[in-house]
T-cell receptor, first 112, second 113 residues
Framework: DAKTTQPPSMDCAEGRAANLPCNHS???????VYWYRQIHSQGPQYIIH???NNETNEMASLIITEDRKSSTLILPHATLRDTAVYYC?????????????FGTGTLLAVQP | NAGVMQNPRHLVRRRGQEARLRCSPM?????VYWYRQLPEEGLKFMVY????????ESGMPKERFSAEFPKEGPSILRIQQVVRGDSAAYFC???????????FGPGTRLTVT
């Protein structure tokens, strides 16, 4: 699975959009971009995933660049409960294993 | 639909004892994964199981650790002769066949004294 690079930490004001970047310059054509988050001491939570088109669900939007070498997770109106470590993971779907390889992620601190 | 359930939530064992961690996947999910998070470290994959089969155990320590997912009942992660370095949060995740999002349980926090 391709490696990802994320900033170690970011701040965001409550109510504003949080934009979390991820670089995955070695991504392969059949690898998807997944985002998970881990709120302190809890189990990781699936947020969203995509291949090349932008995706949106009730939690967030995922913007993937045309060359697929980077992506941005957008939380449109961050709340204090969105404070968490956010992980960007790239992996092949339908491969021999479904394992997730977590990096160090971005600690998003939403400030009141 | 209940989420992934793990028990116990907290487990204290003395060095040399056995630890058994249980994971009940979400209804309809036949794939189970175990991950470990050591204090102040990231999540590390341990093992991936389907009913009665181990698919990928590349992250499992070679000794003292085993996992199973029987036809009936929860998945079990078993740690024999625990040592202090086994103290960690152990998370279980599940997914249905054909979908690749994994849904995580709340974890079991193992403390070895």
């Amino acid at each position: 699975d391709a490696k990802t690079t994320q900033p170690p930490s970011m701040d965001c004001a409550e109510g504003r959009a949080a934009n979390l970047p991820c670089n995955h310059s070695t991504i392969s054509g059949n690898e998807y971009v997944y985002w998970y988050r881990q709120i302190h001491s809890q189990g990781p939570q699936y947020i969203i995933h995509g291949l090349k088109n932008n995706e949106t669900n009730e939690m967030a939007s995922l913007i993937i660049t045309e060359d697929r070498k980077s992506s941005t997770l957008i939380l449109p109106h961050a709340t204090l409960r969105d404070t968490a470590v956010y992980y960007c993971i790239v992996r092949v779907e339908g491969g021999a294993t479904n394992k997730l390889i977590f990096g160090t992620g971005t600690l998003l601190a939403v400030q009141p | 639909n209940a989420g992934v359930m793990q028990n116990p939530r907290h487990l204290v064992r003395r060095r040399g004892q056995e630890a058994r961690l249980r994971c009940s996947p979400m209804k309809g999910h036949s794939h189970v994964y175990w991950y470990r998070q050591l204090p102040e470290e990231g999540l590390k994959f341990m093992v991936y199981l389907q009913k009665e089969n181990i698919i990928d155990e590349s992250g499992m320590p070679k000794e003292r650790f085993s996992a199973e997912f029987p036809k009936e009942g929860p998945s079990i992660l078993r740690i024999q002769q625990v040592v202090r370095g086994d103290s960690a949060a152990y998370f279980c995740a599940s997914s249905p066949p054909g979908l690749y999002e994994q849904y995580f349980g709340p974890g079991t926090r193992l403390t070895v004294t």
